[in-house]
C-alpha cells in the first residue's frame, strides 16, 4: 500500500497526491460508509493505486485506511487543519456573525485562527481594519491585511508558514485570487454581483495545494453558517478570550453572561473594556445555541 494525502474530492473520487506529487484517482472503500466516514480533503490515506494507470484509467484504485485526524471541520470540511485563515473584505460588507462562528469552531478544534482583511486596496478598507481591530482586540486573533492586487504578500506567506491552512470565508471575498497572487495559481475566481454586492459561488469544492512547507486549502465560500452543532450553551463562554478576566467574578455561578443581574463581563462592556458589538453577537449566538440544545432530543 501507498501513503498520500487527499487533495480533492469530486462525485465520490477522490484525489490522492503521493510524497513524489504524483496523483491518484481513488474510490474510497466501503467500509467506511459503514463507519460513517466521509473522506475529506486534507486526510493521510493508505491506499492501492488502480492497475490501469498505463492506459490513463486510474480510477480503479482504492483508498483503504484514513489515518488518525489531527483536525476535523465540518465547515468546510476539511481534515488535519493546523491555522484556519478566515478570509474577510470590505466588499461584499463582512459578515462579523459569521466570523464569530467560524472562531468558535476554531476553537473547538484547537486550530490557530488568522483574520485576513482582504482588498486592502479598496477606499472603505481603512474603515473595515479599524473596525475589525477594535472589535477583535480581546479576542486572541492576528490580523493581517492584504491586496491581491499586490501580488505575493510577505507578511501573510510569514503567517502561513508550517501550517496547513485553510482558507474560508464568505463567497467574493478573494480567497481563490489571493491563493492565485501568493502562489501563482490559476483558479476560477468571479466577479461580484454588483445588483447585490454578494459573491457568486465560483469555487465548489475544497482543493489542498502544496508549497513547500504551506499546505493550503481552498473552499468554497458561504453566506450562512449554522450554530446547529449540539453544545451546551454555558460552554459558549470559553470560546471568548476576552471574557477571561471576568471568570468567577460574576454574582451568579454559572453565568451565561447574558442578562444576569451582577454580571462582571457586562459591567466590563459598560465600561467599554469588552466590544460592545462583540458581545451582541454573542448573545445572539447564546440564544441560538439554547435553542439548539433545548430542541436536542426531540
Ligand atoms: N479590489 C480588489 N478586488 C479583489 C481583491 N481580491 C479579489 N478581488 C475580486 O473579488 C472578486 C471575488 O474573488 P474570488 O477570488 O472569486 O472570491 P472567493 O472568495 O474565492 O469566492 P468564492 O469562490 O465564491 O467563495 C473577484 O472579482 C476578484 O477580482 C483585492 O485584493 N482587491
Ligand atoms: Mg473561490
Ligand atoms: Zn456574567
Not at 138 to 143: D, P, Q, S, T, V
Not at 195 to 207: D, M, P, S, Y
Not at 253 to 282: F, N
Request: proline residues 5%.
Amino acid at each position: 500500500m501507498m501513503e498520500g494525502v487527499i487533495v480533492r474530492g469530486r462525485g465520490g473520487f477522490y484525489t490522492v497526491r503521493d510524497e513524489k506529487g504524483q496523483e491518484y484517482v481513488l474510490r474510497a472503500k466501503k467500509k467506511f460508509r459503514r463507519l460513517k466516514i466521509t473522506p475529506l480533503v486534507g486526510d493521510r490515506v493508505y491506499f492501492t493505486p488502480g492497475e490501469g494507470k498505463a492506459e490513463g484509467k486510474e480510477e480503479d484504485g482504492w483508498v483503504e485506511e484514513i489515518l488518525p485526524r489531527v483536525s476535523q471541520c465540518l465547515r468546510p470540511p476539511v481534515a488535519n487543519i493546523s491555522l484556519l485563515c478566515i478570509v474577510a473584505a470590505p466588499e461584499p460588507a463582512p459578515d462579523w456573525l459569521l466570523v464569530d462562528k467560524l472562531l468558535i469552531f476554531a476553537r473547538k478544534q484547537n486550530l490557530q485562527t488568522l483574520l485576513i482583511l482582504n482588498k486592502a486596496d479598496l477606499p472603505k478598507a481603512e474603515e473595515t481594519a479599524a473596525l475589525a481591530k477594535s472589535m477583535y482586540a480581546g479576542a486572541e486573533i492576528n490580523i493581517c491585511r492584504v491586496s491581491a492586487q499586490n501580488g505575493r504578500a510577505e507578511e501573510l506567506i510569514q503567517h502561513l508558514k508550517g501550517h496547513t491552512c485553510c482558507f474560508s470565508g464568505q463567497s467574493g471575498v478573494g480567497k481563490s485570487t489571493l491563493l492565485n497572487a501568493l502562489f501563482g495559481l490559476h483558479q476560477e475566481t468571479g466577479d461580484i454581483s454588483q445588483k447585490i454586492l454578494r459573491g457568486k459561488n465560483t469555487t465548489r469544492h475544497a482543493e489542498l495545494f502544496s508549497f513547500g512547507d504551506i499546505n493550503v486549502i481552498d473552499t468554497p465560500g458561504f453566506s450562512l453558517l449554522e450554530m446547529d452543532e449540539v453544545f451546551d450553551p454555558v460552554l459558549l463562554r470559553d470560546y471568548y478570550p476576552e471574557f477571561a478576566p471576568y471568570d468567577g467574578k460574576c454574582r451568579f455561578s454559572p453565568c451565561y453572561h447574558g442578562t444576569e443581574p451582577g454580571c462582571a463581563v457586562l459591567q466590563a462592556a459598560k465600561e467599554g473594556k469588552i466590544d460592545a458589538q462583540r458581545l451582541e453577537r454573542y448573545h445572539t449566538l447564546l440564544s441560538d445555541c439554547r435553542q439548539v440544545w433545548r430542541e436536542r432530543y426531540d
